[in-house]
């Protein structure tokens, strides 16, 4: 069965630097979280997406940004990247806005040096 | 603001024993819990959704319950084995909003 696919699974960049984070939801998923995991924590939510529209908004910082895209992948974007950061960043993907079952990509590790 | 604790935070047990993982969560007012396994730097595999209206769901070796009115659910693995081990991860998503809120998580070592 198709997963939810995340590009690119590792990345390295410098501090102030920009990075885009890619995601492909399952097929007919129309809905898109994002979530970021330090460091020996557990994943934070950071935003989702309902048919292109922001549909909940967590502890996102205000250098990040993110849209859905009409085939309804997904971009996180960041800029002036700062050491803390580094994390795995999950995107998942769901039916719809009900209680449907959330399915997790791989991740992406974001490394800042 | 919802919380949500799982205790312990690390467990070791011989493989064949039957184990419980704890979850508690501060608010009710829940759509439903999901049980998450994650293997050291990899991703996270759902295992289990339990909706609030169920009181638990079974695939093979592993049942989740759900007490929803007192902010309880557990997770039973029967039979364990050394494969099992990783770090077990309970969300819940609250009602009202589109996130789940995630437990610190346990740590499961498997001994063969």
């Known amino acids: 069965a198709a997963g939810v696919i995340q590009s690119p699974r590792h990345l390295i960049k410098e501090k102030r630097e920009t990075a885009t984070l890619k995601c492909y939801p399952i097929?007919?998923?129309?809905?898109v979280y994002w979530y970021q995991q330090g460091p020996g924590q557990d994943p934070q939510f950071l935003i989702s997406?309902?048919?292109?529209?922001?549909?909940d908004k967590g502890s996102i910082p205000d250098r990040f940004s993110a849209q859905q895209f009409s085939d309804y992948h997904s971009e996180l974007n960041m800029s002036s990247l700062e050491l803390g950061d580094s994390a795995l960043y999950f995107c998942?993907?769901?039916?719809?806005?009900?209680?449907?079952?959330?399915?997790f990509g791989p991740g992406t590790r974001l490394t800042v040096t | 603001k919802q919380e949500v604790t799982q205790i312990p935070a690390a467990l070791s047990v011989p493989e064949g024993e039957n184990l419980v993982l704890n979850c508690s969560f501060t608010?009710?007012?829940?759509?439903?819990l999901q049980w998450f396994r994650q293997d050291p730097g990899k991703g996270l595999t759902s295992l289990l959704l339990?909706?609030?209206?169920?009181r638990e769901q079974t695939s093979g070796r592993l049942n989740a319950s759900l007490d929803k009115s007192s902010g309880r659910s557990t997770l039973y693995i029967a039979a364990s084995q050394p494969g099992d081990s990783a770090t077990y991860l309970c969300?819940?998503?609250?009602?009202?909003?589109?996130?789940?809120?995630f437990g610190q998580g346990t740590r499961l070592t498997i001994n063969p």
């Open positions: 998942a993907s769901s039916i719809g806005l009900a209680g449907y079952e959330q399915y």
């Open positions: 097929p007919r998923h129309d809905t």
């Open positions: 997406f309902y048919e292109k529209m922001q549909s």
């Open positions: 608010d009710s007012a829940i759509y439903n």
């Open positions: 339990i909706q609030s209206s169920q």
């Open positions: 969300a819940v998503r609250i009602q009202g909003a589109q996130k789940l809120v």
